[in-house]
């Protein structure tokens, strides 16, 4: 069925790709943007979406937005800046993001929402950034909208601001002296099984009010998942782990090694330490799916043809066939 849906974030990595998701799958999008000029779309959509100016720190902005409409998805956050004394802004505007946006939704009687936020267990000494997510989804799943929470850990695709710095730290140094974080466990995912997940949400209305945990098939550390894009490109690098180096160090050298903007590398950076692994996978019954491995994953963000933060072109060589052989 043909669902009117409002998108959030359709300028970002993940609310673009949704948008052309969700136009394949037959629904009438209205994207919510700041600058509409800032919204550029690679290929051409089967229906033209609708583009409404709007801005979450802008109350005002919002409901017209969100009226008439059937559903609506939060794909935004407020982390970036290049100035490191930025890097711990964005807590104080996500809170009044998710806040104004609820209340927009709520007075114009919204049925559905759906947000994507961060794995990670509060008794496990959250970041700022991890614990900023899990207070939005909070948020926005205290008012009438029935709101469903999707949990993620890193999101392996072009463009992606985690995936980009794997990518920029691998592809730049043979030889990483890496802190201990880097052996954190994690669950990452494919960016095609989130979108598989986002927008069958929108048609499973099972899912409505839940919060749900998202991965992929492997868990592994950061470490292995460097490897891993190592070896699916071809090179030989070696990580060798530093047990003194405190995460805002390492994030210091990472801002140094990366183009991603340090408002968003401090962070990320500072969230390492926490293990980021599904609790229970409802998910996989609510909307059963392939999930790709990660290998495949990194593969196919080396095919696409997106710039990510770092500006650095995708398209590289892969050498997956040869792995898989083996
Ligand atoms: N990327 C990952 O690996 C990952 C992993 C787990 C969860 N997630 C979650 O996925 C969601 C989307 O992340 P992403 O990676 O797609 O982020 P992204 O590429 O940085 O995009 C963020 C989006 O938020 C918009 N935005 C920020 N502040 C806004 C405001 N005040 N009003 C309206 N729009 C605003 C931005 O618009 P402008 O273009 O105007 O700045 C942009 O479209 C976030 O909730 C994030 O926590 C991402």
Redesign the pocket.
């Known amino acids: 069925m043909t669902s009117k849906v409002l998108l959030?974030?359709?300028?970002?990595?993940?609310?673009k790709r949704l948008l052309y998701k969700l136009d394949e799958n037959g629904h009438q999008v209205r994207c919510?943007?700041?600058?509409p000029e800032?919204l550029t779309l690679p290929r051409p959509l089967s229906h033209e979406p609708e583009i409404f100016y709007?801005?979450?720190?802008k109350p005002e902005t919002l409901k017209e937005a969100l009226s008439g409409m059937d559903a609506a998805y939060?794909?935004?956050?407020?982390?970036?800046g290049r100035s490191i004394r930025q890097t711990h802004a964005f807590e104080e505007?996500d809170r009044a993001?998710a806040k104004n946006f609820l209340s927009a939704a709520d007075s114009v009687g919204l049925s559905r929402m759906f947000?994507?936020?961060?794995?990670g267990d509060v008794s496990d000494n959250l970041s700022h950034h991890l614990s900023s997510?899990q207070e939005?989804g909070r948020i926005l799943q205290s008012g009438r909208v029935k709101t469903t929470v999707l949990?993620?850990?890193?999101?392996v695709g072009a463009?992606?601001?985690?995936?980009e710095i794997i990518r920029y730290l691998v592809e730049r140094l043979p030889v990483m002296l890496c802190p201990k974080w880097v052996y954190t466990m994690s669950q990452p995912i494919a960016i095609d099984d989130v979108l598989a997940y986002l927008a069958g949400c929108l048609e499973n209305p099972q899912t409505s009010g839940l919060s749900l945990d998202i991965g992929g098939p492997q868990i592994v550390s950061y470490a292995d998942l460097m490897r891993m894009y190592a070896k699916v490109r071809g090179l030989k690098r070696l990580i060798i782990g530093i047990p003194f180096v405190s995460p805002r160090l390492s994030a210091y050298w990472v801002n140094l090694i990366t183009p991603v903007p340090a408002g968003?590398v401090f962070p990320l950076a500072e969230g390492l330490r926490n293990k980021a692994i599904c609790r229970e996978n409802r998910i996989r019954e609510l909307i059963p799916a392939r999930l790709l491995s990660m290998e495949q994953a990194i593969c196919n963000a080396l095919a696409e043809e997106e710039e990510g933060?770092g500006k650095l072109l995708s398209r590289q060589s892969c050498f997956l066939p040869e792995i898989e052989s083996r």
Not at 8 to 15: D, S, V
Not at 54 to 57: E, H, K, N, P, V
Not at 159 to 163: C, R
């Open positions: 959030t974030g359709a300028t970002g990595f993940i609310g919510l943007v700041r600058p800032k709007g801005d979450l720190l939060y794909l935004v956050h407020s982390m970036g505007k993001a947000y994507l936020g961060g794995l997510r939005v949990r993620a850990a890193v999101i463009g992606g601001a985690a995936f968003i933060p």
